[in-house]
């Protein structure tokens, strides 16, 4: 806005004057942007205290639900969580409201859960045959629902007919659980409860939100989900943990950063796909069936641990999502990871990083161990690898890519398949003069600790002086490690 001078509104009449502060009043209502930020509020939430008739503009009138916090708040206001030990069992869903670039929305989650269990009435089971019972239900979740007893995820089973004594089969065409108790015993002795909410924090077209200090835990599909048009999304310090399907994904072409979380015993520790953007520092993955799933655009890993994955610890592979206008000629879909400082501990499962279906990936000072194989590229798929180790596979490398490249690293002795050529342990200068690549690396012992450093024992050739192997700086979590 232009101010008048002291001099031209002297000169005004008096209704021109009028006229003019009429203007000027309307023209300050109808644009809010210049005063929206003064007016920002913040929203408590307390399930404990909280109660849905108070206003919830400060902690001792706190609502009690989430959702009513959500329905009274407007853009870039803040949404404070008290964490009263008890989880919130609700979602947080985020449709067409948000923040601005300027000032974000925030969720404070102040350390509180959110939970997606709900306890199954025990009078609605009914017996089947002698120990088996049968749980009717509305409708089924979408996602990988399951049953939780005592906080413990009870086995599943897929097929009413393989159940065992404590297992359950979910049966989504009839919408109703089954589950076999031990003999003499009912399902009320075991305070079963099911996944039946989808999703945690759950943004649909939902832009410029900071999201903190919060865990997400037994939903039925992800911990936290972001769909649609979602821009300038933000996770801090935040776990995902016991879901269904996802800890932490995004779709579409929406964009996250995300600063250390801790996301396991998920399906897919972290899974994004389409044309999505995302950013991850500070990351550590852990006992998810793959650790990081990426189908479709740009990704960047730094300074982050995925280890003990059961099936992968990372899988990336190109995409044509179908629902996306011109996905078949967007570049972005085919799936680009930047990966530097990484640190990917297999404990013998299948596979370190797969990359497959079109995609590209670039690793940078980083390091693979303990898989069956630890790099596989396909004939379609481009890898740029660099003072990178991979340690103790029984494959090193598993590549069919013309266009890959391989240099500057250093692995221990097994075998290397490339161009269907199968390399034995004790052949890798025979490798090295067939394909050309890593005609600066080396084999031989190396040792990693947890954090990730690799050390070169001292007498061994390194790759260059002037290039340090492996990840320059330790692994570091303040999230407390826990056991199965």
């Not at 370190?352 to 898989?371: F, H, K, P, Q, W």
């Amino acid at each position: 806005m232009h101010r008048f001078p002291t001099l031209y509104l002297s000169k005004l009449t008096p209704v021109t004057l009028r006229i003019y502060s009429c203007l000027l009043l309307v023209w300050l209502i109808i644009t809010p942007h210049f005063t929206s930020s003064a007016s920002a509020a913040s929203w408590y939430v307390n399930n404990q205290t909280g109660n849905n008739d108070n206003d919830g503009s400060s902690q001792t009138t706190a609502v009690a639900t989430i959702a009513k916090a959500i329905s009274l708040a407007r853009t870039s206001d803040t949404l404070e969580l008290a964490n009263t030990g008890i989880p919130y069992r609700e979602s947080i869903l985020f449709r067409n409201l948000g923040g601005r670039p300027d000032r974000p929305f925030v969720v404070e989650g102040n350390g509180a859960v959110i939970s997606g269990l709900n306890f199954l009435d025990t009078t609605r089971w009914e017996n089947v045959k002698e120990d088996l019972y049968t749980f009717s239900l509305d409708k089924t979740p979408y996602g990988n629902p399951f049953l939780v007893s005592r906080g413990q995820r009870l086995p599943q089973v897929k097929s009413r007919e393989l159940l065992q004594t404590g297992q359950h089969y979910w049966d989504r065409s009839e919408n109703k659980i089954y589950f076999l108790c031990a003999a003499g015993k009912i399902p009320a002795d075991y305070e079963l409860e099911a996944t039946l909410r989808i999703s945690g924090l759950t943004l649909t077209s939902a832009s410029y939100i900071v999201c903190r200090n919060l865990s997400a835990e037994y939903f039925s599909n992800d911990g936290f989900n972001i769909h649609g048009d979602c821009r300038g999304i933000r996770l801090e310090n935040v776990i995902a943990r016991h879901n269904g399907d996802d800890g932490i994904s995004i779709h579409e072409s929406g964009g996250l950063v995300v600063q250390h979380a801790y996301v396991y015993d998920n399906f897919f520790g972290i899974q994004d796909v389409n044309a999505s953007r995302s950013v991850y520092n500070g990351v550590l993955a852990e006992r998810n069936q793959v650790g990081v799933s990426l189908v479709g655009g740009y990704h960047s890993l730094v300074d982050c641990q995925i280890r003990d994955s059961i099936q992968k610890e990372i899988d990336i592979a190109g995409s044509n999502p179908g629902h996306m206008i011109g996905s078949e000629k967007n570049p972005l879909c085919k799936t680009i990871l930047f990966a530097q400082n990484l640190s990917l501990f297999g404990n013998g499962n299948q596979t370190g990083l797969s990359i497959r279906n079109g995609a590209t990936a670039i690793i940078e000072r980083s390091v693979i161990s303990d898989s069956q194989t630890g790099l596989t590229v396909d004939s379609n798929s481009f890898c740029h690898v660099t003072q990178t180790a991979i340690v103790d596979c029984k494959t090193i490398l598993k590549s069919s890519s013309q266009t890959s490249y391989f240099d500057y690293n250093y692995y221990t002795p097994g075998q290397i398949s490339w161009q269907n050529t199968l390399f034995e342990t004790g052949q890798f200068s025979e490798y090295v003069t067939a394909s050309k690549e890593d005609t600066h690396s080396h084999t031989g012992p190396l040792k990693v600790s947890a954090d990730g450093i690799v050390e070169v024992p001292s007498g061994s050739k390194s790759t260059t002086a002037k290039l340090k192997l492996g990840p320059s700086d330790p692994f570091l979590s303040t999230f407390r490690t826990v056991d199965p």
